[in-house]
Structure formats: structure tokens, C-alpha cells
């Protein structure tokens, strides 16, 4: 007979449990007709002090046997989970995002496709001269690379190294190119130069200390050319990709994500090439991915491997620093290939068309 009725009371409490349940999943939808109200009103999602107010409503209806501390807690936990699921619906999709399913965005640029097979984006650290530029933009040139790219501007470390020849180095940049037939890949460091960098570049590069300038990224992004934009050394992958959505939020998605390494406790290379970020950047995003080797390894022995793993986990690009006379950089010495051996980096990683 006891048996029987703790059997009854069990199937009571079950049907409690359910009823709750349901009681639980309406209130999730009331709250979710809530949430999108306080959206289209521009309300915040979390309100202490109506919290505070309903909890005191709660304890004094609340007729035992649970006391009034207990009730509470069970309501805050509720609350949690209400709050949480508002913050879940306002979540927004990336546009950078990659949907299940969607292709890889193809930015056509000096007649290749980045986001299709493999480019290579290559030329000095900085612009110094007109013969260095042009002996670089010759050989590329020659072995059928068509991005050039090189620093006009450059943000360096300390304020006495050479800071690029500004102006001067644009016109160098776009005068080779067109007599190589090349397109111009060059950094804007400044909202105030990005109309002037956009007349003579085809690819805005934002640099990894600017990064998080989103100032600048605003601007790069309503200039109407494609960007390159370089992760910062201690950014996330995640606000790396935040960074292209301040972008493509100005009406501007041809962005190229380029990974340059990031600061580590290894003092071997300048940076530590994060191949995973590659895999993880293609996957959930459906913009082109290139690497650069030469920021990241910092020496010019490791390039060809480096490229060789970057492309392996699904890099669509390389970047690399070439100077006819590496010894004789005005930045980057010690990285920079020289013409025979960038010849030799690219037949090593198989890019030499
Ligand atoms: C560059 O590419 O010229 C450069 C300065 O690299 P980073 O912004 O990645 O340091
Ligand atoms: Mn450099």
C-alpha cells in the first residue's frame, strides 16, 4: 500500500517537473518577443533593477514551504538563463562569416583571382629608391608574380628608423608597376592618407599595428579598393575577424586576411607563424587567406617551409620580402630575400608559373 502511494506521489512529481517545464519554455518565448522589442528599441537586454523588483514580488507571494532565500535563488537562475538567451539571439552572423556551404569569395585583382589558386604577393619591406623598386618589379616580372607590394609608409618601432618616403614611394610604386604590369600592394597607415594611398594602389594594406585602428579600418573600407588587412601580433582569431567586419561594414567584403605571425615566448623568429589560425580563418570565413612568411619567421632561412605549411592548411596566397641587397635594407635586413633566392623560395614551395 506505502509502495503504491510513493509510486503515485513520484508520478506526481513528474508531472509537476513537466508542467514547470512547460511553463519554463513559455516564459523563453515571452522573453524572446521581449528581446526583440528591446532590440527595435534600442533597450538593454539586462535590467537589475527590474530583477530586484520581481524577486520581491516573488518572496512575498510565496506561500512555503520553500523559504524566501531558496525562492529567490531558484528566480535568479532563471533570470540568468533569460538573460542568456536574449544575448544569444542578438548575436549577430558575421558578414566576413562563412555559411554552411558558401563558396570562397574570389577578389580579382591585376588579373589573378585572390581566394582562388595560390598568388604570391611580393617586393621590399619599404620603397627606397627607384632602382631597388625597379629591379624587384623586373623580376617579378619575369616570373610571372603580379601583386607588388612594398611600404610607402611605415610604422616603425622606434621613431628615428626610416619611416618610408611617403608620396614619393606611392608614385615609385605605381610607376613600376605599370611598366611590369603589376598590381600595387601598399600599407595606409593614417585616415588621412587612405585617398591619396587608393589613387595610386590596388590593395589597401592596414598594417598589424593598426589593426585595431577601427578609424582606419572605417576608412580603408569606403575607399572602394580591396583591402589586405594583417592580424595584429597578440590579436585573437576572433577579433581578427572583427576587425575585416568594421570593413566590410563600410561596403567594402573584397577583404584578404593575412596571418603574420604572433607573439610568443620563442625568441628563435620573430613571431610564430599560427598555421591553426589559417585552418580556422578559411573555415569560418569565406574570404580569401594569405600568409606572410618573412613578418612571421623574421630570417629568411625557414621561408620555404613556412609558405609550404601555410598552403598545405589552406593559405590561398604568400607573402614574402624581397630586396635586391638585403644587407643594404633600410628595414628588415635580415628577412628580406634577395632576387636569386626568392627564384629559388618560389620553385622550392612549387609557386613558379
Ligand atoms: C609590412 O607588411 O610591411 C608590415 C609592416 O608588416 P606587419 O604589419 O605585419 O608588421
Ligand atoms: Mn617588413
Known amino acids: 500500500m506505502t509502495e503504491t502511494t510513493l509510486e503515485t506521489l513520484r508520478e506526481e512529481l513528474q508531472r509537476i517537473n513537466l508542467e514547470l517545464l512547460e511553463l519554463l519554455s513559455r516564459r523563453g518565448a515571452v522573453v524572446q518577443q521581449v528581446q526583440a522589442i528591446k532590440q527595435r528599441d534600442g533597450l538593454p537586454t539586462y535590467m537589475p533593477e527590474r530583477e530586484q523588483a520581481m524577486l520581491a514580488?516573488?518572496?512575498?507571494?510565496?506561500?512555503?514551504?520553500?523559504?524566501?532565500?531558496?525562492?529567490?535563488?531558484?528566480?535568479?537562475e532563471i533570470f540568468r538563463a533569460s538573460v542568456a538567451l536574449m544575448e544569444a539571439g542578438q548575436r549577430k552572423v558575421l558578414r566576413v562569416g562563412r555559411a554552411p556551404g558558401a563558396p570562397d569569395l574570389r577578389i580579382p585583382v591585376g588579373g589573378v583571382d585572390v581566394g582562388g589558386a595560390p598568388v604570391v604577393i611580393a617586393g621590399p619591406c619599404a620603397v627606397e629608391d627607384e632602382a631597388q623598386l625597379d629591379a624587384v618589379g623586373r623580376k617579378l616580372r619575369e616570373l610571372g608574380v603580379r601583386l607588388?607590394?612594398?611600404g610607402a609608409y611605415k610604422s616603425r618601432s622606434s621613431p628615428y628608423a626610416f619611416q618610408g618616403l611617403g608620396r614619393r614611394g606611392l608614385e615609385l610604386l605605381r610607376d613600376v608597376a605599370r611598366r611590369?604590369?603589376?598590381?600595387?600592394v601598399t600599407e595606409v597607415t593614417d585616415t588621412r592618407n587612405v585617398a591619396l594611398v587608393a589613387e595610386h594602389a590596388d590593395v589597401l594594406q592596414v598594417g598589424a599595428r593598426h589593426m585595431h585602428n577601427y578609424e582606419l579600418?572605417?576608412?580603408?573600407?569606403?575607399?572602394?579598393?580591396?583591402?589586405?588587412?594583417?592580424?595584429?601580433?597578440?590579436?585573437t582569431i576572433e577579433e581578427f575577424l572583427w576587425a575585416a567586419e568594421y570593413v566590410a561594414l563600410s561596403g567594402n567584403e573584397r577583404v584578404i586576411l593575412c596571418e603574420r605571425g604572433i607573439r610568443t615566448f620563442e625568441s628563435q623568429t620573430r613571431n610564430t607563424l599560427d598555421v591553426s589560425a589559417v585552418a580556422l580563418l578559411r573555415a569560418q570565413s569565406r574570404l580569401p587567406v594569405v600568409v606572410d612568411v618573412s613578418h612571421a619567421a623574421g630570417r629568411r632561412d625557414i621561408l620555404a617551409p613556412l609558405a609550404r605549411a601555410a598552403l598545405a592548411a589552406g593559405a590561398q596566397g604568400v607573402m614574402v620580402e624581397v630586396h635586391p641587397d638585403p644587407a643594404a635594407a633600410r628595414s628588415d635586413a635580415q628577412q628580406q630575400l634577395?632576387?636569386?633566392?626568392?627564384?629559388?623560395?618560389?620553385?622550392?614551395?612549387g609557386l613558379r608559373s
Request: glycine letters at 12%; proline letters at 5%.
Open 57 to 76: 514580488e516573488l518572496a512575498t507571494a510565496n506561500r512555503g514551504p520553500f523559504p524566501d532565500e531558496t525562492v529567490r535563488h531558484l528566480f535568479r
Open 148 to 150: 607588388l607590394r612594398g
Open 180 to 184: 611590369y604590369g603589376l598590381a600595387v
Open 217 to 235: 579600418l572605417r576608412e580603408v573600407g569606403s575607399a572602394g579598393k580591396p583591402v589586405l588587412l594583417k592580424r595584429g601580433w597578440s590579436a
Open 338 to 349: 634577395d632576387l636569386g633566392e626568392f627564384e629559388r623560395f618560389l620553385s622550392a614551395v
